[in-house]
Nanobody, 123 residues
Framework: QVQLVESGGGLVQAGGSLRLSCAAS????????MGWFRQAPGKDREFVAA????????NYADSVKGRFTISRDNAKNTVYLQMNSLKPEDTAVYYC????????????????WGQGTQVTVSS
């Protein structure tokens, strides 16, 4: 069992930066691939970024490539999403997810999900 808690969301102006964190409970965090997703009002949840258990493989949605960076610290049971050059269209609730398969995360799935953190980018 893995419990995930996101933090770091907030209100930022366009062009600004935020760093989201997702803290995981459990001793097997390093066994899981992790991902970030987002859901804007009235839209479906969409994949943002994923990282393998070792951190050696990373995947990004085209819409965030070059602006967002996913990373993890297995010693701290935490995965991060550094978001730079934010745009109003990045406004959404951001969720982290965990799964034993990186492919499942990239495809939009996950065994465990956090409760989400709101990111609002003003123009």
């Amino acid at each position: 069992q893995v419990q995930l808690v996101e933090s770091g969301g907030g209100l930022v102006q366009a062009g600004g930066s935020l760093r989201l964190s997702c803290a995981a409970s459990g001793r097997t965090f390093s066994s899981y691939a992790m991902g970030w997703f987002r859901q804007a009002p009235g839209k479906d949840r969409e994949f943002v970024a994923a990282i393998s258990w070792s951190g050696g493989r990373r995947n990004y949605a085209d819409s965030v490539k070059g602006r967002f960076t996913i990373s993890r610290d297995n010693a701290k049971n935490t995965v991060y999403l550094q978001m730079n050059s934010l745009k109003p269209e990045d406004t959404a609730v951001y969720y982290c997810a965990a799964d034993t398969s990186l492919y499942t995360v990239v495809a939009g799935g996950g065994d465990y999900w956090g409760q989400g953190t709101q990111v609002t980018v003003s123009s």
